[in-house]
Nanobody, 122 residues
Framework: QVKLVESGGGSVQSGGSLKLSCVTS????????RGWFRQAPGKEREGVAL???????TYADSVQGRFTISVDNDANTLYLQMHALRPEDTAMYYC????????????????WGQGTQVTVSS
């Protein structure tokens, strides 16, 4: 059974930084895509950053250059380093996984974590 457990969310001021972590279990690595989606109040979920089976990464335009996704396969942990945070980054952030070689940002992951809240104040 695949399990994704996020941590690292919190409240920061605009311009601040946070690093999210996601401990994964039950995944057959490297046969999966992993990444982060988010959902702000009143808005649809959106893909933020993904790392595909061959290691390529995809970022939403809104976070390009500010967020970095990385993975430590030995520790079964996925990270999202976030810099220059903006109030519009406020959302619940979800760790996701998909059993395929590539997942587009608008795609539907197979597995979701429980989420970790990120709140950015102006």
């Amino acid at each position: 059974q695949v399990k994704l457990v996020e941590s690292g969310g919190g409240s920061v001021q605009s311009g601040g930084s946070l690093k999210l972590s996601c401990v994964t279990s039950g995944l057959t690595i490297p046969g999966v895509c992993r990444g982060w989606f988010r959902q702000a109040p009143g808005k649809e979920r959106e893909g933020v950053a993904l790392i595909h089976r061959m290691g390529a990464t995809t970022y939403a335009d809104s976070v390009q250059g500010r967020f970095t996704i990385s993975v430590d396969n030995d520790a079964n942990t996925l990270y999202l380093q976030m810099h220059a945070l903006r109030p519009e980054d406020t959302a619940m952030y979800y760790c996701v996984a998909a059993r395929r070689s590539f997942l587009p940002l608008e795609g539907e992951p197979d597995t979701w974590g429980q989420g970790t809240q990120v709140t950015v104040s102006s």
